[in-house]
């Protein structure tokens, strides 16, 4: 509590400078083409770092500056090569920072005494510079996608990493999985369907949704804005919700709907193209012991084929019976959750769950574990089997074991390499202003030594 109340102490007094700021004569901190860079755009975007829960740095605004100079000098790029972004798109990433913002300030009123205006108007304050770095980073995309490695860029780059600085791997294992979830009857889930069918006949009958919301609601992400979930996409949405929620028009309240998560009803506030606003509440379903019965027969069933006269390989059993939708198809194997895009199905082992790791940890390669229950952090529970496909100690980078790491390595080098170039050429084309205050900030050296670059007056 002490430290949340001196982050809300730090956070007010920043923001009381900016508005501070804004009423008084601003000052120019930087310039680059036909940007311009004001003092309280760097203070703004201080404090929304403070929001986020990190701890004060005034030397985190050096790097603020160097971000909005990148990212004006990309932005003005973009209109030259008509790369554009729509409003759907910047509108729901606005809200997204908003939500965030509510969240960690403590809901809506308190985050309005720290801006010291409304939400909404700080929404409109937040946009074009929103807007400015979607763009930025979509011309930051249009000038790297062409970059690529092949297997002589891989090994060029591999060999000239010192022998003393090559990275070091930790032990690593692939992991397969089939899963059963316990499934409820209907009969079993007629008690959260009730309960959602009677919040939502209150709601009907005239009662605030928003403050039923906050007060039955399960969904703890929603719940304190009053089940509010902003503007968003169908691709943010499970598909039975999207489903509902594309259909109905602003104001109307869809039918109690059953999800992965539970039973919902939802109310459409605004439509926007491809965009839509809504609020909803959640009420979780509860496994009963007779869905933990019957999943556990399943498990076992699938083990004695597995284990037994291997009918089945492992592979097969996971596509055919795993109720796990992102391994089911991938041959049951588990994929590293910090390297998604690269699909590797090699995880070190901190980064397993530990449950996972604990059984893991005891088996030979090419086992499989006998069926356990497990429980996830959000309190489901979940039969598995594990297969132990490979396990790989710590070891110094090398080119046979490592060799779809050391290819992303590659590969982000080329990017930056790609970018930088591309930099080093528009900064001589662009006059460059840097206010002294910020002279001496290591990240703004490659600026400041720039030949079009001048001090701000």
């Known amino acids: 509590m002490r430290k949340f109340g001196l982050t809300l102490f730090i956070l007010l007094t920043t923001l009381t400078f900016v508005n501070a700021q804004k009423k008084t004569l601003d000052k120019i901190a930087g310039v680059v083409g036909s940007g311009i860079i004001l003092q309280s755009d760097i203070e703004s975007q201080y404090a929304q770092y403070l929001i986020q829960g990190n701890p004060p740095n005034p030397s985190i605004k050096c790097l603020i500056l160097q971000q909005l100079l990148t990212q004006k000098l990309l932005a003005q790029q973009a209109v030259i090569d ?133 007060l039955y609601s399960q969904d703890p992400g929603s719940s304190p804005d009053g089940g509010d979930l902003g503007f968003a996409d169908r691709s943010t949405f499970v598909k039975e919700f999207a489903a509902m929620a594309f259909k109905l028009k602003a104001g109307e309240i869809s039918p109690v709907f059953e999800t992965d998560f539970g039973f919902h009803f939802l109310q459409v506030i605004e439509r926007r193209g491809e965009q839509v606003h809504v609020r909803h509440i959640l009420i979780k379903t509860e496994v009963s012991q007779g869905s933990l019965d019957r999943a556990k027969v399943k498990i076992d069933s699938v083990y004695t084929l597995l284990s037994g006269n291997k009918k089945i390989d492992f592979s097969s059993a996971a596509a055919y019976y795993s109720d796990d939708r992102d391994t089911k198809y991938n041959g049951g194997m588990m994929l590293n959750a910090d390297n998604v895009q690269s699909r590797t199905t090699y995880i070190p082992t901190d980064k397993l769950d530990p449950q996972v790791a604990l059984v893991v940890d005891t088996m030979k390669i090419g ?4 069926p356990a229950l497990f429980t996830a952090q959000d309190g489901k529970k979940t039969y598995k089997i594990l297969l132990l496909k490979s396990k790989t100690d710590a070891h110094k980078a090398n080119l046979a074991q490592d060799l779809p790491k050391i290819k ?26 840097i206010d002294p205050e910020y002279q001496s900030c290591p990240q703004l050296k490659i600026w400041a030594s720039s030949p079009s670059t001048a001090q701000v007056k």
Not at 130 to 135: A, L, T, Y
Not at 170 to 188: C, D, F, Q
Not at 408 to 433: G, H, I, P, Q
Request: proline share 3%; net charge positive.
């Open 408 to 433: 992303d390595l590659a590969y982000e080098d080329k990017l930056n390499k790609s970018v930088s170039e591309w930099f080093e050429k528009k900064r001589k084309d662009t006059y460059v202003k």
């Open 82 to 214: 008509s790369v554009f972004v729509k409003d759907d798109e910047v509108d729901a990433e606005v809200d997204r920072r908003m939500r965030s913002m509510v969240q960690r300030a403590g809901g809506e009123e308190r985050l309005e005494q720290f801006l010291g205006r409304s939400i909404i108007q700080y929404k409109d304050e937040l946009r074009p510079d929103i807007k400015e770095q979607r763009v930025a980073e979509k011309m930051r995309q249009k000038i790297t996608e062409k970059v690529n490695v092949t297997p002589f860029d891989i090994k060029k780059y591999f060999d000239a990493i010192p022998k003393d600085s090559l990275p070091t791997y930790n032990k690593e294992v692939e992991v397969g999985e089939i899963s059963i979830t316990p499934k409820l009857t209907a009969e079993e889930k007629k008690q959260f369907k009730d309960k959602a069918e009677s919040l939502r006949a209150r709601v009907k009958g005239g009662e605030d949704f928003g403050n039923l919301a906050r």
């Open 367 to 370: 086992e499989i574990s006998k």
